[in-house]
């Protein structure tokens, strides 16, 4: 299993960043991809998932309304379209999979596949 993310970079108060995490090394049809973020001197958290089972998609509260997650099977990547973005959403951010089978979709724990991490940084 090998994950790709890449996107990050350096953007104002209010602007926008679309992620991108592409996935290689397995059938990931029963797999959810996850978007996870650790910022200095935090815990990673989850920012939000797509489970490719049933298509469905979670959002922590602190990115709803302004982050979007969608998947492009053909090129087997899935995209966190961040917008309105806030100096609180700067952090490194790591796409991940595995089949969740707790339902717990934003819980970090609960994925064993990772990618590397890419830096997200909002000035104010």
């Known amino acids: 299993v090998q994950l790709q993310a890449c996107g990050g970079g350096l953007v104002q108060h209010g602007g926008f960043l679309r992620l991108s995490c592409t996935a290689s090394?397995?059938?990931?049809?029963?797999?959810?991809i996850g978007w996870f973020r650790q910022a200095p001197g935090k815990e990673r958290e989850g920012v939000s998932c797509?489970?490719?089972?049933?298509?469905?998609?979670y959002y922590a509260d602190s990115v709803k309304g302004r982050f979007t997650i969608s998947r492009d099977n053909a090129k087997n990547t899935v995209y966190l379209q961040m917008n309105s973005l806030k100096p609180e959403d700067t952090a490194v951010y790591y796409c991940?999979?595995?089949?969740?089978?707790?339902?717990?979709?934003?819980?970090?724990?609960?994925?064993?596949?990772w990618g590397q991490g890419t830096q997200v940084t909002v000035s104010s």
């Open positions: 991940a999979t595995d089949i969740v089978y707790s339902g717990s979709y934003l819980d970090p724990y609960e994925y064993d596949y």
């Open positions: 090394g397995f059938t990931w049809d029963v797999y959810a």
């Open positions: 797509i489970d490719h089972s049933d298509g469905r998609t």
